[in-house]
């Protein structure tokens, strides 16, 4: 079956401090994979997606860069966090018409 | 980025009644999905529907995909307190384009 694993659970970062949060699919190749951002209470926030590697997508001009150095791979960072960065990421994977999310992860800049 | 107009934003109910939300779109959609998103967690597919005018359940859940192609519903009945989150309908424009309502907020009265 497949899985999808994203890490850190949470994270709090000083300002000026670079960001590397990463995610992972198992039991499926070549996915569509996405990195969207959640403000507390409020809708997703499509950041990128890649529909293989070395393929990177943005949506959103923003302090964050994306990279897919291996198929299941997708890898979401900032050189220097800004306090607006702060928020809830989450990683998902799409297959055959259906959308599979990682746990998330909180992220706090102070 | 465009997104799918989903309603009510937020519903105050009591345990036991029925919930009613649902999603428009001016685009037509081969596939509506909907979740359910726990505080701190990723979302969860409930139900994913395929054709216009399939309805699907879910135990107490379901949906129906409409038969222009641009809406669909999701009912909860005999509600209960776990039924408490926020609950999104998404749909594929393509086979890696994935668009998302904002959220509906589901508040069980004490």
Sequence with gaps: SQTIHQWPATLVQPVGSPLSLECTVEGTSNPNLYWYRQAAGRGLQLLFYSVGIGQISSEVPQNLSASRPQDRQFILSSK??????????????????????????????? | GQQLNQSPQ??????????????????????????????????????????????TSNGRLTAQ???TRKDSFLNISASIPSDVGIYFCAGFLSNYQLIWGAGTKLIIKP
Excluded: H
Aim: charged fraction near 15%; proline fraction near 2%.
């Design chain 1, 80 to 110: 220097k966090l800004l306090l607006s960065d702060s928020g809830f990421y989450l990683c998902a994977w799409t297959s055959q018409g259906k959308a599979f999310f990682g746990q998330g992860t909180r992220l706090t800049v102070v």
């Design chain 2, 65 to 67: 995909f409409g038969i």
């Design chain 2, 10 to 55: 937020s519903m105050f109910i009591q345990e036991g009644e029925d919930v009613s939300m649902n999603c428009t779109s001016s685009s037509i959609f081969n596939t509506w999905l909907w979740y359910k998103q726990d505080p701190g967690e990723g979302p969860v597919l409930l139900i994913a529907l395929y054709k216009a005018g399939e309805l």
